[in-house]
Structures are given as C-alpha cells and as structure tokens.
C-alpha cells in the first residue's frame, strides 16, 4: 500500500466506527488517486516532499469521490456499478449514499482546516479553491450542464464547456493547491494548467471507454455513445485522437513557461496515453 | 425585509444565473433564521454588532437548508411539502435539489472563507466547526441514528443522541461562532450551551407540532406520531411541558456563568415559548 493510500485508511481509522465510515471507506477504495499525483508531482517539481500535500489531496479525493456517488443516484444517472462494483446506493442504501456523499464533502474543510501541515492563509487559500471550482465555478455548475443539455443540440463548444466545468473543475484544484503550498502567486497561469489537465484526461478517457467497449463488444458502439454527451457525440474516433494529440502538444508549449520542475508532471501524464 | 435578509439577497443576487442558484433561492425563501439570530443575540452580547455574523450566520443558514432539501428527498424522508409550498425536489426536480443541497453545503464554506469579516484564524475556527458539528460530530450522525433506529426500540437516552446531534449540532455552531469573533476561548461551555438551546428547540418543536396538528385535526394525534421519532413517542404531552420548563430552569441557571452579556439570548429564547 502506497503512502498516501495508508493515509487515507489512517483518516478512516479515525473516524467514528458505523455505517457512514464503513460507505465512505467502501467508496473511497479503489480509485486511480490520479487528481492527488497531479498535486504529489507539480509539488515535487517545487522540491516540497509529497506529505505535505497528503491532507490537501485527501480532501480532493474525498469531494471527488462524493461527486461519483450523487452522481451515481437513481435521480442522477441511475448508475448501478462503479470500478467494477455496485455503486455505493446499491452496496449499501440510497440514503447511506446520500450521507455518505454529504459527509465526505463536509468533512473533506474539516481535513484541511484541522490540518497540521499548513499555515492558516494556506489554509483558507485551499478551501477557497476547494469551494469554488467544486461548487459553481467548476463541478456543480457543469453537472447541472450535463443534466439539464438536450443530448442532440451539443456542440463543441458546449462539450468543452461541460468538461471545463465537471472535470475540469477539480484538476484546477489539484494545480492550485501545490501553487498555494508553494507560497507563488501565479493563479491564473495554474488554473488554465488545470484546464489543460482535466481536458486530455476527459477526452482520454471517452477515447479509451470506447475502444475497450468496441474490443469486448465486437462493434462499433459510437452510436449508443452518442446520447451520453461524451466527446464521441461531437467527434469521430480519428478526430478525437487528433485533439488530443493536439492538446498534449499545447500542453508541453505552455510548461515551458512553468516556474516549476515539470519532469515529474509529465511522467505522470505520460501514463494517461498508455492506460 | 431584515438587514439580514437583505444580506441572503445579496449572496443570491451575486450567484450564477442559473437554475441551481433559483433552486437555493426557493430553498432558502422562509425560514425563520432561528440559528442565526442566536449568533446575533450573544453577539450582542459581547457589544459586537450584529453584521460581524452575517456571512457565518448566512453560511449556517446554507447548511440548515441542505440538510432539509436532502431530508425531504424520497429515499430519506420523502416530504412533499416544506414550510407550506411543495418541497424543492416537487417544485423543481430531483436531481436539481440534490445538487442545490450539494452547492448550498459547498458554498457555505467559500462563504466563510472569502469574508472580509473574518481573520484568518477566526476563518478557520469557524470553518471546522461548520464542518465538525454539520458532519459526523453532530447533524450528519444524527441523521444517521434517525435513519437506523427502530422506532419500537426507541428510549429517552437514545431519543436525546438523535437529537443532540441532529439538532443540537447546528446549535453548538451558533453558539461557537460568536464566542470564536469575540476571541474568547470557552469551547466547552459555548458547546454545552448549544446542546441545551437545541433540546429546548426541538422539544418545543414537537410540542408545538402536536399541539397544532390536534387542534386541527380535532383529535389525538400522539400515536400517529409515534413512528416519527419525535419526543412524544417517549413523553406523555405534560411531561414534555414538564421537561422543557426543567430545560428553561437549567438554562437560566447555567446562563449565570455566561462571559456575555445574556439578556439578548433570552429575549430570543423567550419568544421559543410563545411560537
């Protein structure tokens, strides 16, 4: 078990032993931790040891990992499996679910602001960004995108706006946190590294559903993709190998300009193409 | 319209335009701002005006209402109606109330964090008490009991849990947020006098309902509530009257040691007896 996975189960130790803990930890486990080893590497690449980001990266995973269960509710997208498993409000009861969801989200500020490893303006720095690019600057407000946008009257513009704002939202938190630990002053330029992040992580990850759908499916299912709002929806295969070619090519351009060591950032992305 | 409500106005007129903003507006719409004008009356208290807890009070306000838009859901309590008009998963949709609830919960803490009214420090006093006292140390826990205890099995001690956490919770909140402007490092009896206003609150809650509900309905109405979880499924009607004028005695008593001036608060409590 990684350190920071020994982190997260140190958190859940510590909590109150019943019901709530026992789906917060059920939900929690499992997940690819990528939003945390953008923190753990942009971090490294200002020479600060990884611990010190474990609290701020916990409280990502945890309101990451509320999102997927309220998105996963009967009401939401009415999705039964998760990484391969019942989702939380079928292992469990929708209003376990819906709790669990609230508490991970409410105790995800608790972890920072009881936090040991931050100054009390890092502190507030970080629930700021947690608040408002988890909330109507970024994940609510594209989810409410998502469930309120006629299927058929996508385009591109609004498929990147739903991304930007939904996945987006919590990879300009994962930029900003290490900018915030750092003590720099650069928001703007980490915030549209973020943007940059979540983008190619989206469309890397509609890219790699599909074709794993079509190799255990045997065809092609770009069609029944299609009502899913999933960059599929507005391109072709080919078009979408092509943007994100492109926009990894965008990327390495605007590391250029980073005030930070990015070889560990990019090793990190560099998976993204392989999994 | 109240100072205060003007403040909620503003927050909402400063929000996206969009429908989860016009869904926290209906949510927030009537509530009788009980929690927050225990903030402003031991403000007072302390001779510090009452705008110094608008934007704590108001973050306070956002948790109370998630909590009673996710409460009203189908899969936890399933109310069609809230405060006298449809609840807000009836009035708009179900998905749109779970992610209002999210926002408001989430957006509570940007509130505190983003003030002009707060130290840093003060920030994050107020920030992990909002996220202790609404999660597993209070409300959250609470619900849970609510929502896993048999209402055969129900006693006094258990009945004061529920309450104490589910209700008491958010009034431990109140009543630490002002002690925390005021700078003054009391955190056991801050906390205690909360547990005792909501008590008090929540049994003249339940008296009052059933008192309501009989005259209405013209008869006896205490069965009925017996699988509600209320304070009448273990009280007869004259000894809950009896335990809350034990619980006013004991409060006017403890108001004694009170490092605040407490004349406000009572005149507040007061006004609980004559709802």
Do not use: W
């Not at 009881?114 to 960004?129: F, G, L, N, Q, W």
């Amino acid at each position: 078990m990684s350190d920071f996975e020994q982190h997260i189960k140190r958190y859940l130790d510590s909590q109150k032993n019943c019901l709530i803990t026992d789906a917060m930890a059920y939900a929690l486990d499992g997940g690819k931790r990528f939003r945390p080893r953008v923190i753990f590497s942009i971090l490294k690449g200002f020479r600060i040891e990884e611990e010190k980001g474990y609290d701020s990266a916990l409280a990502l995973e945890m309101i990451q990992t509320y999102s997927l269960i309220h998105d996963d509710l009967p009401a939401m997208d009415n999705d039964d499996m998760r990484r391969g498993k019942p989702s939380l409000h079928k292992a469990f009861r929708e209003d376990i679910a819906i709790l669990a969801g609230d508490q991970l989200l409410t105790d995800s500020f608790r972890v920072v602001a009881d936090s040991k490893s931050y100054h009390p303006e890092t502190k507030i720095s970080i629930i700021s960004a947690l608040s408002s690019y988890a909330g109507m600057a970024g994940m609510i407000y594209g989810q409410l995108l998502d469930v309120t946008t006629d299927s058929s009257s996508i385009d591109k513009e609004k498929l990147f706006e739903i991304q930007d704002n939904k996945t987006g939202g919590l990879f300009k938190i994962a930029c900003l946190i290490p900018m915030y630990i750092a003590g720099i002053d650069r928001k703007d330029y980490f915030t549209r590294l973020g943007s940059m992040i979540g983008e190619i992580f989206q469309n890397q990850d509609d890219l790699f559903d599909l074709i794993k759908t079509e190799e255990e499916m045997g065809k092609n299912l770009s069609d029944a993709k299609n009502d899913k709002g999933t960059a599929l929806s507005v391109y072709s295969l080919e078009e979408l190998r092509k943007l994100i070619d492109d926009e990894f090519e965008e990327l390495n351009e605007y590391l250029k300009d980073a005030v930070f060591d990015t070889r560990y950032l990019m090793e990190l992305l560099n998976i993204l193409k392989e999994r």
